[in-house]
């Protein structure tokens, strides 16, 4: 259950102090549930009273980190099972995996590929988050040798290995940079819980579609006072991976819903497994890429994965961007006046809307196409054109408005705008508001620079 503002009001010294920065007690305790703010801002708490709402703020699902500094990857930190009733607040970090028996000149290609793998997408950029080692070659040194080559990466490391000995070794060499551990099992249970606690590193649990050995085991390694875990209740390719499903969501249910602590955890999936069954490039990765984005929508809060093509990454990091943005917060950018290319006083004036994914569109057709243009981008509260529209957000007075304060008419000395074909329907109410003669512009922003081609053609 989502914690109120109330729910934590009750439990702070109700002083109105104002120490913390904000005006009242209730306005702190407002900011904490929205996680705004730190509880350490508060200094008036008593011990037993810090104590209560650390408890009580504690995500259902632990937030773990594993790496160093400035190389670090964040996961789990869940509070729901739905992002409509909050949202999703830490990134499932995708963790592509190398092999310690690749020759070197592949290996440093391959970890090259991984940290220099980068895409834009509305105005963030999507990157990688992790190495993952995997010890196929089944020699410890070899491993560690290995492992001591990603001590130079920028990214944080996940060391596969079930031999408990091959960790150990690795350890001894990459244990100052606190890895993640996968993975303890039944069988090794003892000697990796040992070397999470002597390194003081998060470990993975491996059970095999077994979620009562799994709590098992969790409640062993919680009793020895580890507290950073991960669940890997495996994943399931060749027949389906509909088992895989159901536990990834009686996992989450069970750290939500009932509080169970041996299962208030994050939970990792590998559809790297996948190319145990592929041997095909193309039907391999596409079939990773699905596994990985069913995954990530059934609380997958960490992923190895195995192919490294373009076309295979976006559809991953496209998708962990939505489901990491908040549903209740339309993403959007700054309005105002913005410019492209070489511009004049004759230069056409273009409008379109602050919401994020249509500005990004539309600046990236603009680039692409050399248009040389002024952009409006009206105050939209972060809406689509047709939805804006719908909303009266995207009207006469709005458009009259943004020309005023933006100053466009002491830039140019034609008195044309041209706006998005999906604003046809208001075209002449901005015509009657602003004075300004309105033309209808393709519904499709990569036609605008053939358009505005074709416009500066006919004057």
Not at 24 to 33: D, G, H, I, Q, V
């Amino acid at each position: 259950m989502q914690v109120t503002a109330m729910d934590i009001y009750r439990l702070l010294p109700q002083t109105n102090c104002e120490i913390c920065g904000e005006a009242s007690c209730m306005a702190f305790a407002t900011k904490l549930s929205e996680k705004d703010t730190q509880l350490e801002l508060c200094t008036e708490l008593e011990d037993d009273q810090l104590e209560k709402l650390e408890s009580l703020l504690a995500p259902a699902v632990r937030q773990i980190t594993f790496g160093i500094g400035d190389k670090t990857a964040t996961l789990g930190g869940d509070e729901v099972l739905y992002r409509y009733e909050l949202t999703y607040y830490n990134q499932t970090p995708l963790v592509i995996d190398v092999s310690d028996n690749m020759d070197d000149t592949a290996f440093q290609d391959r970890v090259k590929s991984i940290e220099e793998a980068e895409f834009e997408r509305t105005g963030e950029k999507l990157t990688l988050d992790a190495i993952a080692l995997r010890n196929v070659s089944g020699s410890a040194e070899q491993f560690a040798e290995v492992a001591g080559k990603l001590k130079k990466s920028k990214l944080p490391l996940v060391l596969c290995s079930m031999d408990s000995e091959a960790m150990k070794a690795a350890l001894e060499v990459v244990g100052d940079e606190r890895p993640l551990i996968y993975a303890a099992t039944e069988n090794n249970l003892e000697d990796m819980a040992n070397l999470a606690i002597q390194y003081e590193c998060p470990i993975t649990i491996f059970v095999n579609n077994d979620l009562e050995k799994m709590k098992e085991l969790s409640r062993i390694l919680r009793a020895k006072g580890i507290k950073d875990i991960v669940l890997d209740p495996s994943t399931f390719v060749g027949d389906g991976i509909g088992d895989t499903i159901d536990n990834f969501v009686m996992i989450r249910r069970l750290a939500v819903e009932e509080n169970d602590e041996d299962f208030r955890f994050p939970i990792m999936g590998v559809p790297a497994i996948t190319w145990l069954y592929e041997n095909d490039d193309v039907q391999g990765g596409i079939k990773e890429a699905t596994i990985a984005a069913t995954l990530m929508n059934k609380y997958a809060d960490i992923l190895i994965v195995h192919g490294t093509n373009i076309w295979e990454l976006i559809p991953m990091l496209t998708l962990r961007q939505s489901i990491y943005t908040d549903p209740r917060k339309p993403q959007a950018v700054d309005p105002g006046l913005y410019e492209f290319g070489e511009v004049d006083e004759n230069s056409p004036v273009l409008l379109t809307t602050n919401f994020a994914l249509t500005y990004y569109t539309v600046e990236g057709d603009l680039k692409s196409g050399k248009a040389n243009c002024y952009l409006l981008v009206l105050d939209t509260e972060g809406r689509a054109v047709d939805v804006s529209i719908a909303g009266n957000q995207f009207n006469g007075k709005s458009v009259t408005d943004l020309i005023k304060d933006s100053k466009i008419e002491d830039k140019v000395k034609t008195r044309t705008l041209v706006v998005p074909g999906l604003a046809a329907p208001v075209s002449g109410e901005i015509e009657d508001e602003s004075g300004w003669e309105v033309l209808v512009g393709p519904r499709d922003s990569s036609a605008v620079s053939d358009f505005l081609l074709k416009l500066k053609n006919k004057v």
